[in-house]
């Protein structure tokens, strides 16, 4: 009687011990006591014979100690003590991706998204299971946190803002061919040259990119230019004709882009167009907040928003004169993918002459704007370009059909905000009497302005255009006198 007993408080401290490894949540197991032999079982005790037994009892068994947390952690996991750490996520994809190599490879400026999809045709092709590789962009807007900076006008501190990425537009570039290199190598490569930050995780099923924002001192920033804030995140909605770059799958060719117009505009139709104001607003592909005059033009004057985001070689149509008539005139950007800006920065005087279209990632070069279909007629053209710091300045210069219009600037002091109206040479350019003929382009250069750094250390020169204004002669001097 006292063996069973003994067993009995055995049993009842277990049951103890696992309820306090196992929370009340855990399913118990009750193993086997340490005993050779269980006891045979007995009819329930009851209450008060059960009390009258313990008090005879001398000795209490010693708790067992308890094991290990990480053998309790692979306990209630269901796991065994010996079993093996399971395999590192995507390890086998990364085999494979070693396993297959490229002959010689080269990418001249294009988007990510581009880049992978080419890459997937080619491991098709050479992997000797013949599956080939999944890739994969994450779809959403990764926001960048910026570096917290001054306003360009009060010098007051202003709170840091973020700047949204798609990692599908980010451009890769090698300037030589890489050969002979594995696809594990060249993913690194890739991640190397891009003009903005990226990464890639390697799943069991795909390898999936993303964008990552850059690190100063172990907190997040994204390389800001010199006195200046980022403009709202880009719409991506379709804005008048601009469409989102695509191509047929592989190589792009080469050319622009040109999204199909709603309307077609025969010979005769275009001989029918007389000239009108036509107003365009650089910058992000959301609406112009530009309503009326700038240097010149009248009231409820409309502008054109033409920008893609990292889009650096499009054509925009169906867009429309000032006067709010559709108009056959197309606008080709060339090298001006980036959309930044000062909001604010001239007390809202003029909201198009605070943001503007520049390279891609600060990559450098000229840009040009080009535009086609112009009604033939005699012209004067402005253009805008302020810069919130010195040596940040538009250059522009004007050609149609084999004709020179001409060089000029506005200010390289950066004091063009500081004004308050409107000076040519400051915030503005204007190229006088350009006669366009039927058939002709209107082409303008845009040159780079002075080497300037941003917070994050970068040194970089950009072309960068806020405005155009193409107004016919005849109004523009019945618009000057008013």
């Excluded at 907190?219 to 991506?236: D, E």
Aim: zero cysteines.
């Amino acid at each position: 009687m006292k063996t069973m007993q003994l067993y009995w408080k055995r049993s009842l401290a277990t049951f103890a011990l696992l309820a306090t490894f196992n929370g009340p949540e855990t399913p118990v197991a009750v193993a086997q006591s340490g005993e050779p032999d269980a006891a045979p079982k007995a009819a329930p005790i009851a209450p008060a014979a059960a009390s009258a037994a313990e008090a005879q009892a001398t000795e209490a068994p010693a708790a067992p100690s308890p094991p290990p947390a990480g053998q309790v952690s692979r306990n209630r996991d269901g796991l065994a003590s010996t079993s093996a750490t399971p395999a590192a996520r995507g390890a086998k994809l990364e085999a494979r991706l070693k396993q297959i190599v490229l002959d010689e490879v080269r990418f001249d400026g294009l988007p990510l998204s581009e880049v992978l999809r080419f890459l997937q045709d080619e491991s098709l092709k050479r992997d000797p299971d013949k599956t080939g590789i999944n890739f994969l962009i994450k779809p959403n807007f990764r926001p960048v946190a910026l570096a917290p900076g001054l306003d360009p006008v009060t010098g007051l501190p202003v709170t840091a803002a973020s700047e949204p990425l798609d990692a599908g537009g980010v451009i890769v570039k090698f300037s030589l061919p890489l050969r002979n290199i594995t696809l594990k190598d060249l993913l690194d490569a890739i991640v190397m040259v891009a003009d903005h930050p990226i990464e890639y995780v390697l799943e069991d099923y795909a390898v999936v990119f993303s964008a990552r924002p850059e690190a100063l001192a172990g907190q997040p920033f994204a390389a800001t230019h010199p006195g200046m804030r980022p403009v709202p995140a880009p719409s991506l909605q379709f804005q008048q004709g601009v469409k989102p770059w695509s191509r047929p799958p592989g190589l792009p060719s080469v050319g622009p882009v040109r999204p199909p117009s709603r309307k077609h505009w025969s010979s005769a139709d275009l001989a029918e167009v007389k000239p009108q104001a036509f107003n365009v607003d650089f910058g992000p592909s959301e609406p112009s907040k530009q309503v009326g005059p700038a240097v010149v033009g009248r009231a409820r004057d409309f502008w054109n928003t033409v920008s893609r985001g990292f889009n650096d070689h499009h054509i925009a149509v169906d867009l429309q004169f000032a006067g709010g008539d559709p108009s056959p005139i197309e606008v080709e950007l060339i090298n001006l993918g980036g959309a930044w800006g000062v909001p604010g920065a001239w007390d809202g005087k003029s909201p198009m002459l605070e943001d503007y279209n520049y390279p891609t990632g600060n990559r450098g070069g000229n840009s040009t704007v080009i535009l086609h279909r112009v009604p033939a007629g005699k012209y004067q053209v402005y253009l805008y370009g302020a810069g919130a710091t010195p040596g940040y300045f538009g250059d522009y210069s004007v050609s149609v059909g084999g004709r020179e219009y001409g060089r000029k600037q506005t200010t390289r002091k950066g004091d063009g905000f500081h004004k308050s109206k409107w000076v040519e040479g400051s915030q503005y350019v204007r190229f006088s009497n350009v006669k366009v003929e039927p058939g002709d382009e209107v082409k303008i250069l845009i040159r780079p302005g002075d080497p300037v750094t941003d917070s994050g250390g970068r040194t970089f020169a950009d072309a960068f255009i806020a405005g155009l204004q193409l107004v016919p002669a005849k109004q523009d001097r019945r618009d000057s006198r008013r």
